[in-house]
């Protein structure tokens, strides 16, 4: 495998997600969304943490245009858990173990869970959205925490979608 991709894999190894270029970044939600689902997530699966015990899901944002499931897609299966949620957690059905979140409206990025990555996981960059979370002082400082997105966060999600449309 090249040094610019990076291959995402469920537990026991039969779907496979690889990833072509840099990530867009690399954060932990504290979002409600995410605490639902990661909670609905728990009882279909195996006793393999979602969520931080500061109640986060740890993602790497992707483009689009650089990821493909190399294998197993007949194993992946859609989970969506609330009515007007945008995402859809997408879990190996083979190990039920949570690969990626993809959106509904179309954005231009999907969110990985950081743990499946077979090589190191790019660094945390930020905890986000922690406005939902009763008591944000608890959080560690490292990486920096925001009520909402970073400015570094929205750009990153703007060049990159201005890449996509150049062809970068």
């Known amino acids: 495998m090249p040094v610019n991709q990076s291959l995402v894999e469920c537990s026991c190894g039969q779907v496979a997600v690889e990833l072509e270029g840099a990530p867009i970044y690399c954060t932990v939600c504290h979002c ?11 009882k279909l699966l195996p006793p393999e943490p979602i969520m ?4 986060g899901t740890h993602y790497v944002l992707h483009r689009n245009d650089r990821y493909a499931v190399v294998r197993g897609q007949e194993h992946l299966h859609p989970y969506k858990f609330r009515d007007k949620s945008p995402t859809r957690r997408m879990v190996a059905t083979c190990c039920n173990s949570p690969l990626f979140v993809s959106f509904e409206n179309s954005q231009h990025w999907i969110s990985l869970y950081r743990q499946r990555f077979l090589d190191e996981a790019p660094p945390l960059q930020s905890r986000i ?8 002082s608890t959080l560690p400082t490292d990486p920096p925490a925001y009520k909402s997105f970073p400015l570094k966060l929205i750009v990153r999600l703007v060049v990159s979608r201005l890449q996509m449309i150049i062809g970068r």
């Not at 409600?32 to 728990?42: H, T």
């Not at 959205?129 to 944000?136: G, I, S």
Request: with cysteine.
């Open 129 to 136: 959205a922690t406005k939902f979370l009763k008591d944000p």
């Open 32 to 42: 409600d969304d995410c605490q639902f689902a990661a909670d609905e997530l728990a």
């Open 52 to 55: 931080d015990p500061f109640l």
